[in-house]
């Protein structure tokens, strides 16, 4: 095993790569106690040839085959995101070399934003703010979230987050993953394989993405996916990019074959001003905020520091994930 052969007792040197919070620094630098830590930006080729741990911020940073170049002592890689898209495909083939990631850290701030959109857009939040902006008094009538149906497409630790709010506000939740299960564990009335997506999604009120970006779900919602939806549906995706077709997303919106969108995440971030996306009729874009309610990078840090302790023991880290699935 690459825990019992590498995670040994001893000091940490740790590379952060990315702008690291300033209030996240001080639990840094008691979590490593008598180790090091050096900013990537500033490290000279004598710093890196030390450092044993990289603690990467930016889930954009694609760097990580040229780090590893320069760092040979280099065993532990902790991402500061949910998703390691950017890092597994450097970390193939290489099982010397432990990635974790901040499972436990966004569940609950995710589950609760994907809520929010989904009760902005049943009570039609975005007509009040209008209807006051124009000083107007529209009364209307505005739908019930309870007894509808919601898919979740990725039915991990934040699908499940989401699910559990879901069922809470009386929403029937179906999920989609790799893998059926049979039974469904709660909160979930059935959880099918990817295979079945299409059927399930053309049941539901709601689709939610939280699927990380892998080879199997790049490209997952397509046209079709998107023809086989309610046009009353509305499609939320917290997950990446990637797993839904931009192309088929927006001709989807502009033909009325699904009611609305929201998207916290895009493929290209951050996303320019003169990106046709801000147009798009009944899509809501928010700059990939979901995850991020007040305190996330000390729960980061909290979490590394879990991990930091764990490899002085000679201890299995936690929240490992394998590069060659994705999580």
């Given amino acids: 095993m690459a825990d019992a052969v590498r995670q040994v007792p001893g000091r940490i040197h740790v590379v952060l790569v990315g702008t690291c919070p300033p209030d996240a620094r001080p639990g840094l630098a008691a979590a490593i106690g008598d180790g090091t830590l050096v900013d990537l930006d500033a490290a000279t080729d004598a710093d890196l040839r030390s450092v ?3 603690l990467v911020w930016d889930f954009r940073w694609t760097g990580l085959a040229e780090l590893l170049a320069r760092a040979p002592q280099l065993s532990w890689v902790q991402a500061a995101s949910a998703g ?18 901040a499972a436990g850290v966004y569940e609950r701030p995710m589950a609760e934003y994907v809520l929010g959109l989904i009760l902005a857009h049943a009570k039609g939040l975005s007509a009040t703010y209008a209807a006051q902006r124009d000083r107007a008094w529209r009364y209307r009538e505005t739908a019930l979230v309870a007894g509808s149906t919601l898919v979740v497409v990725g039915a991990g630790r934040i699908g499940t987050a989401v ?14 993953r790799r893998t059926p299960a049979m039974p469904p564990p709660k909160p979930f009335s059935s959880i099918v ?13 709601y689709v939610v993405v939280t699927t990380p970006a892998t080879t199997s779900t790049a490209g997952l919602l397509d046209s079709a996916a998107l023809r086989a939806m309610k046009p009353s549906a509305y499609l939320i995706n917290v997950g990446r990019a990637a797993v839904v077709d931009t192309g088929a997303l927006v001709e989807a919106l ?3 074959t699904i009611a609305g969108a929201a998207l916290d995440v895009v ?23 979901s995850a991020d309610a007040h305190g996330w990078a000390t729960r980061v840090v909290e979490q590394f520091a879990r991990n930091v302790a764990l490899r002085a023991a000679g201890r299995a880290l936690e929240s490992r994930v394998d590069p060659a699935r994705g999580y």
């Fill in 52 to 54: 044993n741990a990289a």
């Fill in 254 to 256: 502009i033909s009325g």
């Fill in 163 to 176: 699910a559990a709010l879901a069922a809470a506000v009386g929403m029937d939740v179906l999920g989609v």
């Fill in 84 to 101: 390691v898209d950017h890092l597994r495909e450097a970390l193939v083939g290489r099982p010397d070399i432990v990635l974790t990631n």
């Fill in 267 to 289: 493929e290209d971030e951050p996303l320019p001003p003169g990106s046709p996306l801000w147009v798009v009729p009944n899509l809501l874009i928010s700059p990939h905020m």
């Fill in 193 to 205: 394989g990817i295979d079945a997506l299409v059927p399930t999604i053309a049941q539901a009120d």
